[in-house]
T-cell receptor, first 113, second 115 residues
Framework: DQQVKQNSPSLSVQEGRISILNCDYTNSMFDYFLWYKKYPAEGPTFLISISSIKDKNEDGRFTVFLNKSAKHLSLHIVPSQPGDSAVYFCAAMEKGGSEKLVFGKGTKLTVNP | NAGVMQNPRHLVRRRGQEARLRCSPMKGHSHVYWYRQLPEEGLKFMVYLQKENIIDESGMPKERFSAEFPKEGPSILRIQQVVRGDSAAYFC?????????????FGPGTRLTVT
C-alpha cells in the first residue's frame, strides 16, 4: 500500500523552462512534506519542505505547493537548469508519529540544454 | 562540518555471511535513521535510533536484521545470514536533537551485493 505516490517515473524539459513534479498521498495524518534530490551513487539531498499549515513555500528557483483537500503537492523549478537533472523524491512525515519519512518512488528529471 | 558518513560504500557478501554497515551522523546530531532502497523503488524506512535507544524499528525485518547506536562510535546496521534479496542500497540519515527530524541529512549509502 503506497502512501506516497509519484505517478510520473520520468520528466523531460528544456533548459530555462518550468519543471513541475507531482506527488499524491493517501494518509491524512501526514503533516509535513519534503522533496529530496538524488544523483546516481549519492545519497538524497534535502531540497525544500512544507508544513501542512501552509499551501506554498518558496526557496530561490524551487517552490512547493500543497493542496490538502486533494492530498496533492507539487514541486516547481523555474528556470530549469541542466544541473537539475536528477531523481526527485517526495517524502512525508506523520503528525504525532515516529520521525520516519515515507517516500515516493521518485521522478527522474532530465533538463535538456 | 562533515556530512553523514557511511562505510563501506560498497560491500559484497556471499549468501549466509554477515554484513555490517556503519554510519557516523553529522556532528551534533543524535538521531539516526536507516533506510533501504531496492532497485527502481523509493527509500523504505527501517529503523530510527537515538543514542543507546531504538525508538522505532517498525520497518526492520523480524529476523536477521538488527541495529544499534552506542554511546560512543557509529551506528551499526547488521544483517546476519544474508540472502540475495538483501542486495540493495542502504542509506543512513541523521537529524539534530530537539526537533522532529523534519530535515534528515543523508549519507552516500552502502551498496550491498549478495552473491
Amino acid at each position: 500500500d503506497q502512501q506516497v505516490k509519484q505517478n510520473s517515473p520520468s520528466l523531460s524539459v528544456q533548459e530555462g523552462r518550468i519543471s513541475i513534479l507531482n506527488c499524491d498521498y493517501t494518509n491524512s495524518m501526514f503533516d509535513y512534506f519534503l522533496w529530496y534530490k538524488k544523483y546516481p551513487a549519492e545519497g538524497p539531498t534535502f531540497l525544500i519542505s512544507i508544513s501542512s499549515i501552509k499551501d506554498k513555500n518558496e526557496d530561490g528557483r524551487f517552490t512547493v505547493f500543497l493542496n490538502k483537500s486533494a492530498k496533492h503537492l507539487s514541486l516547481h523549478i523555474v528556470p530549469s537548469q541542466p544541473g537539475d537533472s536528477a531523481v526527485y523524491f517526495c517524502a512525508a512525515m506523520e503528525k504525532g508519529g515516529s520521525e520516519k519519512l515515507v517516500f515516493g518512488k521518485g521522478t527522474k528529471l532530465t533538463v535538456n540544454p | 562540518n562533515a556530512g553523514v558518513m557511511q562505510n563501506p560504500r560498497h560491500l559484497v557478501r556471499r549468501r549466509g555471511q554477515e554484513a555490517r554497515l556503519r554510519c557516523s551522523p553529522m556532528k551534533g546530531h543524535s538521531h539516526v535513521y536507516w533506510y533501504r532502497q531496492l532497485p527502481e523503488e523509493g527509500l523504505k524506512f527501517m529503523v530510527y535510533l537515538q543514542k543507546e535507544n531504538i525508538i522505532d524499528e517498525s520497518g526492520m525485518p523480524k529476523e536477521r536484521f538488527s541495529a544499534e547506536f552506542p554511546k560512543e562510535g557509529p551506528s551499526i546496521l547488521r544483517i546476519q545470514q544474508v540472502v540475495r534479496g538483501d542486495s540493495a542500497a542502504y542509506f543512513c540519515a541523521s537529524s539534530p536533537p530537539g526537533g522532529r527530524g523534519y530535515e534528515q541529512y543523508f549519507g552516500p549509502g552502502t551498496r550491498l551485493t549478495v552473491t
